[in-house]
């Protein structure tokens, strides 16, 4: 099964020195998966607390039982959609995203709406990824799945991307009432197995699951299998990639 936060583990750590979370912080975390972010927020905001949002129940129930298992207890998860969620009013004091606010129907309201529930002065710290063809794991993969032709696109294929300009972002965070800081450009391998059989495995899991490919014949797959032989380093499959972190302070 493909695992989303040992792939992104470089940028796990980049958000989480940028955030620099203290303790009594009351940290938000906007699609936070099964919970990595939101997990290690609330250790470093003991003895305050983290909340992490997703619209995915398998995934939370994941990340619950996780927080039980680590036993992190100032932690808890809702599933709702953070576009439209009703926060409690200024209540963080941090708020977070990795790779969770890239997929908002609405940038502006969402992002305002989230602001809601920042208490004044409060940063929101995000991760989102620059554009698609910066990114060696979308290129490389779909040329492999779609007989070498990484240009062909899809909407499904390409909703990762819909933040990738920095100008616009900024644009949109003012809009939403934040005031953005920094705007960093983050360079970092995203790791897909510990060696190109299970990477591959995982790879078709994901994608099928996303259904991003279908009918998939022997020679995508030999393709696919051809591309992650080439990025095994020894020390796992790696894909080179690059995002923008972005720091922002609410008005």
């Given at each position: 099964m493909f695992d989303y936060d040992s792939e992104l583990t470089r940028y796990h750590e980049r958000l989480r020195r940028a955030l620099d979370v203290r303790p009594g912080d009351?940290?938000?975390?906007?699609g936070c998966g099964t919970g990595q972010t939101t997990r290690d927020a609330a250790r470093?905001?003991?003895?305050?607390?983290?909340?992490?949002i997703d619209v995915s129940g398998p995934m939370l129930l994941k990340a619950r039982r996780q927080a039980t298992s680590e036993g992190v207890?100032?932690?808890s998860f809702v599933q709702a959609d953070a576009q439209a969620h009703?926060?409690?009013?200024?209540h963080f004091s941090l708020g977070t995203s990795r790779f969770g606010t890239m997929f908002f129907r609405d940038p502006v309201a969402a992002f305002a709406n989230i602001g809601r529930a920042l208490r004044p002065g409060a940063r929101f710290v995000q991760l989102v990824w620059q554009a698609g063809e910066r990114q060696e794991w979308h290129t490389a993969i779909?040329?492999?799945?779609r007989g070498g032709h990484a240009s062909t696109s899809s909407g499904a294929d390409d909703a990762p991307f819909t933040l990738t300009d920095p100008d616009v972002m900024i644009d949109v965070m003012a809009a939403a009432g934040f005031t953005t800081s920094?705007?960093?450009?983050?360079?970092?391998p995203v790791w897909y197995g510990p060696d190109a059989d299970r990477a591959s495995?995982?790879?078709?899991q994901l994608w099928t699951a996303k259904e991003l490919v279908t009918d998939l014949d022997a020679a995508s797959v030999e393709r696919l299998r051809v591309t992650l032989d080439a990025h095994d380093t020894g020390d796992g499959v790696w894909f080179d990639s690059r995002a923008w972190l972005i720091i922002a302070r609410r008005r």
């Open positions: 009351r940290v938000l975390d906007i470093a905001a003991a003895p305050g607390t983290a909340v992490g207890w100032n932690v009703a926060f409690p009013a200024e779909r040329a492999a799945l920094d705007v960093i450009d983050v360079h970092e495995v995982a790879v078709l």
